[in-house]
Structures are given as C-alpha cells and as structure tokens.
C-alpha cells in the first residue's frame, strides 16, 4: 500500500466550480501535512499547510482528520488559473528530520 | 535570489555512462533531499540529508549514491546509468522543523538509451 494515496483525476470543472481532493496516509506517526501544487513540467511549490484544526487561504480550505487519516483540500470559485496538479505531502519522521512522501497528485482541468 | 538550482536542465545518457547531477541551495536549509517523478507515480524520494556529512537512503536508493560535504551542495551520482533511471529529478532543500516549507529546484530531465 502506497503511503500516500490521491485520486489522480483528472477532475474537470467548468470556472466557478467547487472541487474537492482526498488523500489518505497510512503512517500515523506522520507529524505534518501539506499540499503542494504543481504545474505542467516545473516543480512542485508549497500551497498550503494543513492543520488540525482546518485551515483556510482566500478560496483554499484544508482539512485534516488523523482519526480517519485523511485529508482534504476544497477549492471555491475555480479559476482558469487552478489547473494544475495537487500534491498531498506528508512529513514522516521522529523529531527532527521531517522525510516528505508525496502522493502521486490529482490533476485539475478547470475550463471557461 | 537563486534558491535551489539544478544543473544539468536536460540529459541523455547511454546505458552504463556515469553522471553527476548537481544541486545547490544558498538558503542555509540544513535539509536537502534527491526525488524522482515518473508519469503516475508521484515523488519518489531517493535520498536525504539532515546536515553536512549526513545522508540516508529514501524509498528508491538503488543505482544512486550521494553526498552532502557542504551546507549548500547536495550532488546526486548516477553510477551506471540504467534505462529504468529514466525520469525527471528533483532537488529540495528546507530548514529545520516538522511544518517548513520545500523548496525545488527547476528538475533535471534525464533519458538514459
């Protein structure tokens, strides 16, 4: 079992749409938890952190559950500019280094 | 700022040839790590460092060595090059602590014929 499992997608949403991406881990002794977006050909960059408590950033809202070992990331008001890939990143690791496992990305495809 | 850079962009390797591929950051980030992304599979990590003379293995180590003799670089060596090595690799480098941000290099494309 993979330690970090997205659903790849594609998810294809019309502008304006709200989209949701799952992701489970299976380690539970993961510390923190990010989503990182990707583009087509470059390198992944940081969206977001995820907190036990949800966050939120303008139309980006994560959540986190560790019970269910799962997270989640909604997107209000897609724009053209969304599409991308999402990558949900988790930090494994006992006190100091934090090894990242990436899951394998949902891919979004937002259209006029 | 420059970030984290990777050098060589592009690569193509005959099957047996060695490589280097480099990576540099000049952001003082104690942590640097070597990824590589195949089409469905995500990042892989193949190797870490924690520190200047620190380095372990990630999830897919075999055919590649590293080391870390400076803060700043973090070389990936490529000993006989397999077509199976075939990817898109990248470089990240992050400060200490569990809720920092990764930083990427722009990836090196690597073919091996």
């Known amino acids: 079992r993979k330690e970090v499992e997205q659903d790849p997608g594609p998810f294809n949403v019309p502008e304006g749409a709200t989209v949701a991406f799952n992701c489970t881990y299976s380690n539970s002794a993961s510390q923190s938890f990010f989503w990182y977006r990707q583009d087509c050909r470059k390198e992944p960059k940081l969206l977001m952190s995820?907190?036990?408590s949800g966050n939120e950033d303008g139309r980006f809202t994560a959540q986190l559950n560790r019970a269910s070992q799962y997270i989640s990331l909604l997107i209000r008001d897609s724009k053209l500019s969304d599409s991308a890939t999402y990558l949900c990143v988790v930090n494994i690791g006992p006190g100091g280094y934090n090894k990242l496992i990436f899951g394998a990305g949902t891919r979004l495809a937002v259209h006029p | 700022n420059a970030g984290v850079t990777q050098t060589p962009k592009f690569q193509v390797l005959k099957t047996g040839q060695s490589m280097t591929l480099q990576c540099a950051q000049d952001m003082n980030h104690e942590y640097m790590s070597w990824y590589r992304q195949d089409p469905g599979m995500g990042l892989r990590l193949i190797h870490y460092?924690?520190?200047?003379?620190?380095?372990d293995q990630g999830e897919v180590p075999n055919g590649y060595n590293v080391s870390r003799s400076t803060t700043e670089d973090f070389p990936l060596r490529l000993l006989s090059a397999a077509p199976s090595q075939t990817s898109v690799y990248f470089c990240a480098s992050r400060p200490h602590g569990t809720n920092t941000e990764a930083f990427f290099g722009q990836g090196t494309r690597l073919t091996v014929v």
């Open positions: 995820v907190y036990s």
């Open positions: 460092s924690v520190g200047a003379g620190i380095t």
